[in-house]
């Protein structure tokens, strides 16, 4: 079974370009997450989907990140305008159910983003 | 302020060895503690997951405890391999209202032939 397919891998763009990152997770899961990475951190919960509703998004600074996960499947976190700190490891995460932390969240390999 | 402190920080042991990773936290109230293995350039990947009457888990050459009275935990690795090296990540979740797990910044291993 494919696990959560994360897109692109890597993305190096320069300051106040948009950006847009994509998430397949594991098919059958309910529960979506975005999390930010940065070096030599534990990730960040930025927002977390039940099916296609966002819950918990306090995260999630809302003036220059947005997402989305239209029909409760995949979903895009896009940033715009990009700013240097924002240079971070992006993580998508996936679990079956919505009991919330009881849950195992199979994890993707993450978009490495460089800003310029 | 929830909040979870992982020592050491980093880990240089020489392959075959144990080795014990130490998690502190102050989250309230407690759900469930985590340790994750994330391997360079990957996601994290669950190892055990513990709630508050579990004071022990093991998942092959992992062993996990958890002392939910001086709330810390421990992640104890027996033999290690080459495929050891990786950042260990403690996560804690509290119980009730919004998700949002607290992690912990890690310990780098890095296990030498």
């Known amino acids: 079974e494919a696990g959560v397919v994360q897109s692109p891998r890597y993305k190096i763009i320069e300051k106040k370009q948009p950006v847009a990152f994509w998430c397949n997770p594991i098919s059958g899961h309910n529960t979506l997450y975005w999390y930010l990475q940065n070096l030599g951190q534990g990730p960040e919960l930025l927002i977390r989907y039940e099916n296609e509703e966002a819950v918990d998004d306090s995260q999630l600074p809302k003036d220059r990140f947005s997402a989305e996960r239209l029909k409760g499947v995949d979903s895009t976190l896009k940033i715009q305008p990009a700013e240097l700190g924002d240079s971070a490891v992006y993580l998508c995460?996936?679990?079956?159910?919505?009991?919330?932390?009881?849950?195992?969240?199979?994890f993707g390999p993450g978009t490495r983003l460089t800003v310029l | 302020k929830n909040q979870v402190e992982q020592s050491p920080q980093s880990l240089i042991i020489l392959e075959g060895k144990n080795c014990t990773l130490q998690c502190n936290y102050t989250v309230s109230p407690f759900s469930n503690l985590r340790w994750y293995k994330q391997d360079t350039g990957r996601g994290p990947v669950s190892l055990t997951i513990m709630t508050f009457s579990e004071n022990t888990k093991s998942n092959g050459r992992y062993t996990a405890t958890l002392d939910a009275d001086t709330k810390q935990s421990s992640l104890h690795i027996t033999a290690s391999q080459l495929s050891d090296s990786a950042s260990y990540i403690c996560v804690v979740s509290a119980q009730g209202g919004s998700y949002i797990p607290t992690f912990g910044r890690g310990t780098s291993l890095i296990v030498h032939p």
């Open positions: 995460a996936s679990s079956l159910g919505t009991s919330g932390s009881a849950d195992t969240q199979y």
